[in-house]
């Protein structure tokens, strides 16, 4: 199995500053199929499900907030918000979609400082 | 607008079964994989099972291998989760999701979910 590892846990950031989740998976998440990279990141905030916001490791989904992007392959990802807004208060997942079975990584909770 | 609506999640004892049904609609479910995810009340979340489009590959986690049964029924646009054995760590939401598929191709990434349905597993 992928194991996916994000950093850190949990995190405290005033608002408009910038905040940078890191995710990183035990082998490659790099298709050889397309050469893209098979990393999604998705937002949960308390009592909603969660929201994709990446996709194949950088595509951000329509109607997400361009202050939200994401980098990285191979193994080591990052999802960056360029001016912490007091909505993005949430949780934040990686997952990898490279193979089954699909893993996430184990999460890690935004809120401002 | 596409909807995913869980239902079926109770209360159960250890070494029950349940059965979560996942309706579709604003969609074209016949041509989407599905999955199932949990999450443990305070936990993050776990990749469960999916099915592909016309229900015919599965796949499925270890701790639910040979319990669970995921399946579908196309003509009604619902997914369905079939829980035996229930034990105690369980006990979580039960969210189904859908692939991206575009062009017939589809890719294991999430991008509609339902809003839930909660499973608890106690005596």
């Known amino acids: 199995d992928i194991v996916m590892t994000q950093s850190p846990d949990s995190m405290a950031v005033s608002l408009g500053e910038r905040a940078t989740i890191n995710c990183k998976s035990s082998?490659?998440?790099?298709?050889?199929?397309?050469?893209?990279?098979?990393l999604a990141w998705y937002q949960q905030k308390p009592g909603q499900p969660p929201k994709l916001l990446i996709s194949?490791?950088?595509t951000r989904e329509s109607g997400v907030p361009e202050r939200f992007s994401g980098s990285g392959s191979g193994t080591d990802f990052t999802l960056a918000i360029s001016s912490l807004q007091a909505e993005d208060v949430a949780d934040y997942y990686c997952?990898?979609?490279?193979?089954?079975?699909?893993?996430f990584g184990q999460g890690t909770r935004l809120e401002i400082k | 607008e596409v909807q995913l609506v869980e239902s079926g999640g109770g209360l159960v004892q250890p070494g029950g079964s349940l059965r979560l049904s996942c309706a579709a609609s604003?969609?074209?479910?016949?041509?989407?994989?599905m999955h199932w995810v949990r999450q443990a009340p305070g936990k993050g979340l776990v990749w469960v099972s999916r099915?592909?489009?016309?229900?015919?590959?599965?796949s499925y986690a270890d701790f639910v291998r040979g319990r669970f049964t995921i399946s579908r029924d196309n003509a009604k646009n619902t997914l369905y989760l079939q829980m035996n054995s229930l034990r105690a760590d369980d006990t979580a939401v039960y969210y189904c999701?859908?692939?991206?598929?575009?062009?017939?191709?589809?890719?294991?990434?999430?991008?509609?979910w339902g809003k839930g349905t909660t499973v608890t597993v106690s005596s």
């Open positions: 194949w490791a950088s």
């Open positions: 999701a859908k692939y991206y598929c575009s062009g017939g191709d589809c890719y294991g990434y999430m991008d509609a």
């Open positions: 604003g969609f074209t479910f016949s041509s989407h994989w």
């Open positions: 099915l592909n489009d016309d229900g015919t590959r599965t």
């Open positions: 997952q990898q979609y490279y193979i089954t079975p699909i893993t």
């Open positions: 082998q490659s998440v790099l298709h050889s199929s397309n050469n893209k990279n098979r």
